[in-house]
Every structure is written in C-alpha cells, then in structure tokens.
C-alpha cells in the first residue's frame, strides 16, 4: 500500500519546510510514505526548500495555474507513480500533519473512496465572524446540491483513492473543493469526512481575500458545477417562472375575453405567448443538456477505464 501525500505550492518558502516535517513518514497499514511538492509556478525558493527537506517528487506546472489545476494535475501524477491513496494538504500549513492517519483509516478499511478533513469551523479564532457564516452556508448548499454530509465543503485536507482520483475532474480553475464534492457526489462515491483540528494563521488566504470575494467566487462554481451534473432539473427548475407567468396572463385573458372584454387585453396574451415561449425553450435546452451531459459521463468512464488499462500495461512491464 503507497501512500503519497501532495502538496500544490504557489511561493510557500516561509511555511513549506514546517509542513513537511509535520507530515508522517510512517503509518499503520501503509507500506510506503512519499511527498510530493506541486510547484505551480512558485518564482521564491519553495522548490528548494521542498528539495532540501527530501521531498520524493516535484511536479512543475511551468507557469501559476491556479489551485484547480494544481490539484488535478497533481492527483493524475501520483496515481502514475503508483499511489493506492493520495492526500492534499495545503502548503501554508493552515493543517496538522498527524491528521493523515485519520483521514486515510476509512480508505484502508474500505468505507470510503474520499474523507474529507472538517475544521472546527465555529471554534477557529482567526475566522470572522462573517467568515465563519459564509462558510457554513457554503457547505450547506454543496450538501444540498451533492447529496453528501460534509459539514465543511471547502477544506483541503483530504484523502483520495487511487479510483476515485482517477475519476475526477475539475472544470473551474479558480478552487477544487466544492465542485469535487458536487461531483464526487452525483457519481454515488463513498465520501465521509472525520475531525480535524488547524494551525494558527501563517498568511492571509490567497484564494479569498474577503469573505464577498468568497462568495463571489463560489456562487458561480457551484451553480456551474449543478447545471454541468443536473442539467434537465436546472433548466426545469428556471422555466417554472416564464412558464407560471405565462399561465397567469393566458387565464387572464380568458376570464376577460368570457365577460365580453378580450379585444382590450389582447397584449396579455403576447406576453403571455412570449413567456410560455420562453419556459419551452428552456426546458428543451434542459433536454439537450441531458444528453450533452449524459455523452460526456460516457466519456468519462472510457478515459477512466484507458487510465486504468494504461497504469496496468504499465505495471505489468515494469
């Protein structure tokens, strides 16, 4: 069983060699520990920081780009290498490294394909106020939308098997947190999460400058992510208002057109033919998104099962 623990970097050289020396080398169940740092275009010295404290691997990216991408990148390399579990941990050391153990047990025992890490959101005195309310209200609408319990949606201290890493796919470039659970979701994946605790601050967040940024940035991913994997009910849903409206307007007409008035309420009708118009049409634009929708999860299962085969050919020349 390998285990290998990532790390995406973006100039970490003040905290990177704290995080790995925090991080296990050894664990129960596991035969082999190994690091890997993701250098996403660091222009500090967090490569040689990385090297300096043994890293195993380093994944240059080239260029910054973005967390999104670091992270999928980065889950494609180590299943290359042969990683059985993956866990992501953030470069800030914002995560206390001996929650590893914890993260990767329901993996090893066969519960879970992801575990996700829930800070103690409430209880994290650098949070504000405001912070911690956005946050909460974040998770609640990934719980609502993903059909999960993850009671902290936006933490990146998580563990992945080799399959489920495999399987996912990250659409946004900005953050990976919210629609892999959306995603992980909606592919009936088995994901948990377990208790963690943090570190104090060492940076302020680069990702979420305020909390309106927070939700400025995460408002569109999660709708994005539910039309991508609920298309037809999203389309749906959006046609109920044109479609209501239109109904209100033709009943109108009718009641006046039955007591002798409907050459004055002609527009009614317009609008009323302009609003049932637009309710078909989105609920036709539901229906294509569905197959779009239900082609490209055919595409994802042959990609999956061509990793799969090419890391067997792989294995087997080796």
Not at 45 to 69: C, F, M, P, W, Y
Not at 120 to 127: G, V, W
Not at 248 to 274: D, K, M, P, T
Request: glycine residues 8%.
């Amino acid at each position: 069983m390998k285990l290998i623990i990532q790390i995406p970097c973006y100039n970490e050289e003040a905290t990177l060699g704290a995080v790995i020396e925090d991080l296990p080398r050894e664990l129960p169940g596991v035969g082999r520990v190994e690091y890997m740092v993701i250098d996403d275009g660091c222009t500090d010295k967090t490569v040689e920081v990385a090297r300096e404290h043994g890293v195993d691997h380093i994944l240059s990216l080239g260029k910054n780009q973005g967390l999104a991408v670091a992270f999928i990148k980065g889950l494609s390399r180590c299943v290359e290498l042969g990683a059985d579990i993956i866990v992501n941990t953030d470069g800030d050391h914002q995560y206390q490294g001996k929650y590893v153990q914890d993260v990767i047990a329901p993996i090893l025992a066969g519960q879970s394909d992801i575990v996700v890490g829930s800070r103690p959101i409430d209880k994290i005195e650098y949070f504000s106020w405001m912070k911690k309310k956005a946050q909460r209200l974040g998770s609640y609408v990934v719980r609502q939308l993903s059909g999960t319990d993850i009671p902290d949606a936006p933490s990146g201290f998580r563990a992945y098997s080799a399959e489920a890493a495999m399987r996912l796919h990250v659409f946004n470039p900005y953050d990976y947190a919210l629609e892999t659970i959306i995603q992980a979701g909606h592919m009936k994946m088995k994901i948990s999460h377990v208790p963690i605790d943090v570190n104090p601050k060492t940076r302020p967040s680069r990702l979420f400058g305020s909390e309106f940024d927070y939700v400025k940035q995460s408002l569109p991913i999660i709708l994005r992510s539910y039309i991508i994997y609920k298309p037809l009910r999203t389309f749906f849903y959006a046609s109920l208002v044109p479609g209501f409206l239109g109904l209100v307007l033709c009943a109108r007409f009718l009641y006046y057109y039955i007591v002798g008035l409907g050459s004055g309420y002609v527009q009614s009708l317009i609008l009323a033919s302009v609003c049932l118009t637009i309710a078909f049409n989105l609920i036709v634009l539901g229906i294509l998104a569905d197959l779009i929708s239900a082609n490209r999860n055919l595409s994802h299962e042959i990609l999956f099962n061509s990793r799969v085969g090419t890391l067997k050919a792989g294995k087997s020349n080796s």
